[in-house]
């Protein structure tokens, strides 16, 4: 196996990524330089600047177009996510591409990968494991537990690749994303929203892109749920301090906006009504288990230090 998971090292194999978000846009990097002919599927054509990586130009509705990019793939990773943070546009316009591309996956014969979350786990109270109760209702968290049932019930091969909350280069809409690095590294203040010192799961967005790469490479993986390798939960005030010290930075001043305060900005702004929905995940321990998942894919978790040092870099890249 590659250092990816990604079988061999054949240039000939194809794969296909739609999508070219953190996750996308990490997967395709990780596969084209481990050797492997890329074909990046997203409207507007974006992607990685690399020989191997094709950038076409489709939408996920389209199912001709959908055929032709999946025509030949090994595996199809599937990466898109909804055009706003609601329920609202997750049930409009999540559950009719996944069903798109599951048809032209199957039709290609190719097994599809997807990154997942924790909505779903109707359990939180306790460490979340692959085995773990995915009944969640309503909102979000009941749009997640649906998708979920779908692709068990499709006849397309399928993996789903839960991570935490996602941290790491080209992550920016996230809670550890530029809402607590740019502060960071400005040594300014931030808010977070619940409690600051509650363990929380962080997963490094390219620990979730070897974890995809590599469960798409083992059959006998397929058609279950597996967790991103993912370190020990950290606080909100853990995680903002490794940043600042992987930035050499004074450790931030965290100030946290309590469950009523949020509640209330939602009935004005339907973005934080839309945010006050996962409170619970920041309010009371919120912690996933990787071990199983790890043993089964032969991974681990990137060190903290190594990770936030990989992020600090990528922001100071962006003139932060």
Not at 53 to 63: A, G, H, L, T, Y
Not at 286 to 309: I, K, N
Request: charged share 20%; proline share 8%.
């Amino acid at each position: 196996m590659s250092p990816t998971g990604a079988p061999g090292n054949e240039s000939s194999r194809l794969y296909v990524v739609t999508g070219a978000g953190p996750v996308g846009w990490t997967v395709t990097e990780q596969l084209a330089d481990a050797g492997h002919h890329v074909r990046i599927v997203t409207r507007s054509a974006s992607g990685p600047a690399h020989p191997l990586v094709e950038k076409m130009s489709i939408d996920v509705s389209d199912p001709a177009g959908l055929g032709t990019a999946f025509h030949g793939a090994a595996a199809l990773f599937h990466c898109i996510h909804g055009s706003r943070y609601s329920a609202d546009a997750w049930a409009r316009e999540l559950p009719a591409a996944e069903q798109s591309v599951l048809a032209a996956a199957g039709a290609a014969g190719a097994v599809v990968v997807f990154p997942e979350s924790l909505y779903s786990y109707s359990a939180p109270g306790r460490p979340m494991v692959e085995d773990g109760p995915r009944e969640a209702q309503d909102g979000k968290r009941g749009i997640r537990t649906a998708l979920l049932k779908a692709r068990a019930e499709s006849a397309t091969d399928t993996v789903s690749v839960v991570a935490g909350d996602f941290f790491g280069p080209r992550v920016r809409g996230a809670h550890a994303g530029e809402r607590m690095v740019k502060p960071v590294l400005a040594g300014k203040s931030l808010m977070v929203i619940g409690r600051a010192d509650q363990p929380h799961s962080f997963t490094y967005v390219p620990d979730l892109a070897a974890a995809m790469i590599a469960a798409a490479g083992r059959p006998k993986l397929w058609n279950r749920v597996w967790h991103a390798p993912t370190g020990p939960a950290l606080t909100q005030r853990e995680i903002a301090g490794a940043f600042a010290t992987a930035a050499g930075a004074r450790a931030p001043r965290l100030t946290a906006v309590p469950s009523w305060a949020l509640k209330a900005m939602g009935a004005f702004s339907p973005d934080m009504r839309e945010l006050a929905e996962t409170l619970y995940q920041f309010e009371r321990p919120f912690v996933m288990e990787s071990s199983a998942s790890q043993a089964a894919l032969g991974l681990a978790p990137t060190p903290l230090d190594e990770a936030a040092a990989a992020t600090v870099a990528w922001w100071g890249d962006q003139g932060q």
